[in-house]
């Protein structure tokens, strides 16, 4: 098994933006997604999570979201109609031929694993990390609007961005809910038990 990852590999998405991927592991594929403002190699990599999940039989494959790491940053508002992230997914599961598989994200990944269930992916298992329940199953709501006392700029500046709103998560919220993950090794798993017409908002019944 290569110890490495594999150099960077690319594909053309959905609508033609060029998105970089890359592999460490042979066995059963994992799709990695990592979060906001960061990439694959960041997440995944640097720190050595995605070589220990290699070392257990799986095929790590990580992609870097568009106007993230490697992948194209097209400036064009069309470039991000809603849900180009859970289509740029489903663009590279199609693209790697992909039939049995696992899904995980962390963050924006998580949101936007929960938007490819609800969009018709099917993988076997499913990881959920860093991202509390009510922001994967209340997408629309907007930066600080629930917790005025937490305004968050950053937040409000990509509510919405690519279909998947995003909005911080005080950490006293973490610890009410018990479901916010504060690093990508700190995961959830949830089986996948999803079918094409799974709705967004029963995400929160995958049972755990």
């Known amino acids: 098994m290569a110890s490495t990852p594999s150099e960077t590999q690319y594909f053309d998405s959905f609508d033609g933006t060029r998105l970089a991927w890359r592999e460490l592991g042979e066995g059963r594929p994992v799709v990695l997604i990592h979060g906001y403002f960061s990439d694959a190699k960041t997440n995944w990599i640097r720190y050595g999570h995605a070589a220990k999940i290699a ?3 799986f095929r790590v494959i990580m992609p870097d979201l568009r106007a993230h790491g490697e992948s194209g940053k097209p400036h064009g508002l069309e470039a991000y109609p809603a849900d180009a992230l859970t289509q740029d997914g489903h663009a590279l599961v199609a693209h790697l031929g992909l039939t049995d598989y696992d ?21 076997r298992r499913v990881i959920f990390s860093g991202m509390g329940l009510e922001g994967l199953t209340q997408t629309s709501r907007r930066a600080g609007e629930d917790h005025p006392q937490y305004p968050d700029q ?3 500046a990509c509510a919405g961005y690519a279909g998947v709103a995003c909005r911080s998560v005080p950490e006293d919220d973490g610890r009410r809910s018990g479901r916010v993950a504060r690093h990508p090794r700190d995961v959830r798993r949830y089986p996948a038990g999803v079918s094409e017409s799974y709705p967004a908002a029963d995400v929160g019944r995958v049972r755990r």
């Open 55 to 57: 070392a257990k039989g």
């Open 103 to 123: 899904l995980g994200g962390y963050s924006l990944g998580a949101r936007t694993t929960s938007r490819m269930l609800a969009t018709g992916a099917t993988p």
């Open 154 to 156: 950053a937040g409000a």
